[in-house]
């Protein structure tokens, strides 16, 4: 079992940042991939960032979003900059305790946090 908790979710105006936590308990963190989605009303959940071994990003917020972690606290972040208000949605991580491995696809993700809410005005 593992349990995800994330934070730091806001409203901010477009071109300001915020950065997301996920805090990771009940397994060993560095084991495993962490991943962060978003959805937004009326859409489906989409892939935002995932680290493993390496990070990768969607196309959307590649050069604008960073994602991290660090091992020694159990979290992942997410940093966030150059918001637009496309960006706004409820941003959710989770964890893929099968693999190391970070990938696109939420089905391969076992665990997810509750979520938090990204509001961007315009």
């Known amino acids: 079992q593992v349990q995800l908790v994330e934070s730091g979710g806001g409203l901010v105006q477009a071109g300001g940042s915020l950065r997301l936590s996920c805090a990771a308990s009940?397994?060993?963190?560095?084991?495993?991939?962490m991943g962060w989605f978003r959805q937004a009303p009326g859409k489906e959940r989409e892939f935002v960032a995932a680290?493993?071994?390496?990070?990768r990003y969607s196309d959307s917020v590649k050069g604008r979003f960073t994602i991290s972690r660090d091992n020694a606290k159990n979290t992942l972040y997410l940093q966030m900059n150059s918001l637009k208000p496309e960006d706004t949605a409820v941003y959710y991580c989770?964890?893929?305790?099968?693999?190391?491995?970070?990938?696109?696809?939420?089905?391969?993700?076992?665990?997810w946090g509750q979520g938090t809410q990204v509001t961007v005005s315009s």
């Open positions: 989770a964890a893929r305790v099968s693999s190391r491995v970070a990938v696109s696809t939420a089905e391969s993700y076992d665990y």
């Open positions: 009940g397994r060993t963190f560095s084991n495993y991939a």
């Open positions: 680290m493993g071994v390496i990070g």
